[in-house]
């Protein structure tokens, strides 16, 4: 099955500065691949997905995401933070199956 | 807009304990399942449903059992309740396992 590998565990940024999550896959085939949020006391929510095409996904709030094959990563970017975006983001990946892996997380703090 | 709903929210149960979870949901998705969250361990499968009268385990189904006798409802069955299974628990719905996963809002478990 895949795997899913967050390398971040808590990132605190202050307001204003730029981020960027890593997530990496293992799985050699076809994939859908998703970033979620997961808001203090909140539900997760889906932030973006890639499923084919552009390789450069933009979501809400500002974030995007970058497909790239040869590396298997799908890291998250926003180019200024805000304090409203602390939050935990979960990276997934679906390979086609009824299976949908998610990383462990990154709890993001963000300093106003 | 229900979307899914899971009861109960917060719960006690002792060692050896059983339980159910309900999940329901209004939005005629085929695909149901159930995650457990822990910390630095993410989102992980449990079981999951591809339909009304079909499921599957997934990543950490020992301990637990599903059904599925309609499209809306998965409970979600504690057999004998352990402290590892102590956790926040997360029923989720999608058209299909490509697609975007919609969560409820969680049911925070303790076993003593």
Partial sequence: AQSVSQHNHHVILSEAASLELGCNYSYGGTVNLFWYVQYPGQHLQLLLKYFSGDPLVKGIKGFEAEFIKSKFSFNLRKPSVQWSDTAEYFCAVNAGNNDMRFGAGTRLTVKP | ?112
């Fill in chain 2, 1 to 112: 807009n229900a979307g899914v709903t899971q009861t109960p929210k917060f719960q006690v149960l002792k060692t050896g304990q059983s339980m159910t979870l309900q999940c329901a949901q209004d939005m005629n998705h085929e695909y149901m399942s159930w995650y457990r969250q822990d910390p630095g361990m993410g989102l992980r499968l449990i079981h999951y449903s591809v339909g009304a009268g079909i499921t599957d385990q997934g990543e950490v189904p020992n301990g637990y059992n599903v059904s599925r006798s309609t499209t809306e409802d998965f409970p979600l069955r504690l057999l004998s309740a352990a402290p590892s299974q102590t956790s926040v628990y997360f029923c989720a719905s999608s058209y299909g396992w490509g697609n975007t996963i919609y969560f409820g809002e969680g049911s925070w478990l303790t076993v003593v």
